[in-house]
């Protein structure tokens, strides 16, 4: 018996987690009517306190995991100069398609309006990133006075400028700052084992977050989880199966396809594992068979697992507009435009490993002032979105690879269309 429980999965322990909490929940609501046992003691101790907990502990990892991820990012982009333009381009496609997957999603969440009907209360812990900031101001905010400030209070945008900076350099000066940027790496390696350490407690923390909601909610708020599922999954529909072959059309004048019928086995790689990082063989693979030079591929595959997620920042979206409807905010266009670059910025610091497109959403979250509490509500069916948006990030890499390796000569279109066996071919770097 308890060789089976441990042979559960984490991701089913946290989908368990979510359906008896919601179970119980829903029990609390119709059925208990003891103020004292239903009320106090349970929603505002014990699941208060278990899900406030984990929300406090995923909290802890924002700051020093993006702080790290995002130099240590930058720093392995290195090569850029090497590769010439390649680099720049990659970059700038890879840019391009998040901010494009962020805008499509909070479109798709005006339009759809999951968290609408939520009411949900705001407590007194939320942010202290004033909403009205002119366009201007948040430009302005983006450079940190003081980056030692930004950390401590947790400003993501000036802490992710200056990690950028920081990065760069590190790239810049190489083996002169070895010892700092192996420091960095191995905080980020830190980092991300602490954030599996923390994701150990999400099935308690799930439940007692699924319980305390729909302990008050009852049925009617399953609706606005099932919208939110619905948005984030047309978003991703909408950018694997219209953005993505409309740009491979216009850039390249390829056959989409072709390009689906040969990508298909990497989406299901991402989609069962999850996880970007790990699909990077698989993808390296597959777009070779396309008729990509592996002198492009084996730099953009692997530079885009790590900042490349366009589903990622779909769902980033879609939560934002989720939470923001819930607790009646208005976020304006300031507001919007914040969410846009964050979200680009989170896709830069999201590892391609499981479920950290949740914790980067903090940042999102914490950049417009939204009450980070939202994300418990949404955590529970997390993992299956997970399994969606790691299949869309992972075909932004391959789409983003051939637009740029067929923009600098280095593609095989015969390969491509299948009229000639994939082999090495020449590329002009400049
Ligand atoms: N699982 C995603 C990936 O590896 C990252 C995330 O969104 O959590 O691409």
Redesign the pocket.
């Known amino acids: 018996m308890l060789s089976k429980l441990k042979s559960i999965s984490l991701s089913n322990w946290i989908l368990i987690g979510m359906v008896l909490g919601f179970l119980v929940g829903l029990f609390l609501n119709f059925f208990v009517t003891d103020p004292f046992i239903k009320d106090i003691v349970l929603i505002d101790n014990v699941f208060y306190l278990g899900g406030t907990l984990f929300i406090k502990l995923m909290k802890m990892l924002v700051v020093p995991l993006v702080f790290c991820s995002i130099i240590v990012g930058a720093a392995s982009i290195s090569d850029i100069r090497k590769i010439g333009t390649i680099g720049g381009r990659t970059i700038a496609i890879y840019l391009l398609t998040t901010a494009l997957a962020v805008s499509i999603a909070l479109a798709l969440g005006a339009l759809i309006e999951p968290g609408a009907g939520l009411n949900m209360v705001a407590s007194a812990d939320t942010s202290n990133v004033t909403l009205n900031q002119t366009m201007t101001d948040t430009l302005l905010n983006m450079v940190p006075d003081n980056p030692f400030s930004s950390l401590a209070s947790g400003d993501m945008l000036p802490v992710i400028i200056f990690g950028l900076l920081i990065g760069i350099i590190l790239a810049k000066l190489k083996e002169e700052v070895q010892i700092v940027s192996d420091f960095f790496t191995e905080a980020n390696h830190i980092m991300m084992e602490l954030t599996s350490l923390i994701m150990k407690f999400a099935p308690i923390g799930v439940f007692c977050l699924m319980a305390k909601t729909f302990a008050g909610l009852g049925f009617e708020g399953l609706i606005p989880l099932a919208k939110y599922i619905l948005c984030v999954l047309v978003g991703l529909a909408v950018q694997a199966f219209v953005v993505y072959p409309s740009l491979l059309v216009i850039f390249t004048r390829l056959n989409p396809i072709r390009f689906f019928r040969r990508f298909i086995p990497v989406m299901f790689f991402?989609f069962s594992s999850?996880?970007?990082?790990a699909t990077i063989p698989l993808n390296l693979e597959k777009v070779s068979e396309m008729g990509v030079s592996p002198e492009i591929s084996s730099f953009t595959i692997p530079l885009g697992?790590t900042i490349n997620?366009d589903?990622?920042a779909i769902?980033q979206g879609c939560a934002v507009m989720f939470a923001a409807q819930a607790y009646g905010m208005d976020l304006g266009m300031a507001g919007l435009i914040t969410v846009i670059f964050t979200a680009v910025m989170a896709s830069i610091g999201?590892?391609?490993?499981?479920?950290?497109?949740?914790v980067t959403l903090t940042m999102v979250f914490n950049s417009v002032g939204l009450p980070v509490e939202a994300i418990g509500i949404i955590f529970g069916i997390d993992h299956i979105l997970?399994m969606f948006?790691?299949a869309v990030?992972?075909t932004g890499d391959a789409i983003c690879t051939i637009i740029v390796s067929f923009k600098n000569k280095a593609m095989d279109i015969d390969v491509f269309n299948g009229k000639k066996e994939p082999g090495t071919i020449g590329m002009d770097f400049d």
């Open positions: 991402a999850s996880t970007s990082n697992a997620m589903g990622t769902m999201t590892a391609g490993v499981p479920s950290v497109g949740l997970d948006r790691t990030n992972v």
